[in-house]
């Protein structure tokens, strides 16, 4: 089965950088890559999702970036602010779904 | 109605009772999902319903009995759980009735259950 691998598991960085979260995935047939933002007691929400048929998508300061030869998917968060801080889980779907383990972003002020 | 729900937010129950989780969804979502999550951990699959017809089971316990009484309710029964079935269980839905199929899955708040 898809097997995912999500680094860092902890990412800390000042308010404003930019922040990168790598995932690999083991199934070359996987077709869908979601990544979900998770606050502390809150549930999963997606916050961008890229389709195999696609290198890069953008949406404001979210972006994702997909290697197909690779197997591996970036997300970028670019001018972090506090309300960022939170765990990110990628996924990567063919027929089911496989998260990450996650990982845990802080954004100091 | 853009939310999925789920009932109760909490439950607490012994490892002989019977219980069961409530899921709702009004946005006509054909595909919905049961996930278990433990703490500092990701979301685990557990049962996908299509069309109100079970399509995927994760090999999961039959001590865990999904049902799917129509297009917008989705119940997990519970019997005879481990305290190690502790965890946060999460509703899923997405619109097309394909799971998995590119389309967004929309989550529910969760019950968190302790099993003493």
């Known amino acids: 089965g898809e097997n995912v691998e999500q680094h860092p598991s902890t990412l800390s960085v000042q308010e404003g950088d930019s922040a990168v979260i790598k995932c690999t995935y083991s199934?070359?047939?996987?077709?869908?890559f979601p990544w979900y933002k998770q606050e502390l007691g809150k549930r999963p929400q997606l916050i961008i999702d890229?389709?195999?048929?696609?290198g890069e998508k953008k949406d404001q300061r979210i972006a994702v970036t997909l290697n197909k030869t690779a197997k591996h998917f970036s997300l970028h968060i670019t001018e972090t602010q506090p309300e960022d801080s939170a765990v990110y889980f990628c996924?990567?779907?063919?027929?089911?779904?496989?998260f990450g383990a996650g990982t845990r972003l802080t954004v100091k002020p | 109605d853009t939310e999925v729900t789920q009932t109760p937010k909490h439950l607490v129950m012994g490892m002989t009772n019977k219980k069961s989780l409530k899921c709702e969804q009004h946005?006509?979502?054909?595909?919905m999902y049961w996930y278990k999550q433990k703490a500092k951990k990701p979301p685990e699959l557990m049962f996908v319903?299509?069309?109100?017809?079970?399509?995927i089971n994760e090999s999961v316990p039959s001590r865990f009995s999904p049902e799917c009484p129509n297009s917008s309710l989705l119940n997990l029964h519970l019997h005879a759980l481990q305290p190690e079935d502790s965890a946060l269980y999460l509703c899923?839905?997405?619109?097309?009735?394909?799971?998995?199929?590119?389309?967004?899955?929309?989550f529910g708040p969760g019950t968190r259950l302790t099993v003493t």
């Open positions: 899923a839905s997405s619109q097309d009735g394909t799971p998995f199929s590119f389309s967004e899955q929309y």
């Open positions: 199934d070359s047939a996987s077709n869908y």
């Open positions: 890229i389709r195999s048929n696609v």
């Open positions: 996924a990567a779907s063919r027929n089911d779904m496989r």
């Open positions: 946005m006509g979502h054909r595909a």
């Open positions: 319903y299509s069309y109100e017809k079970l399509s």
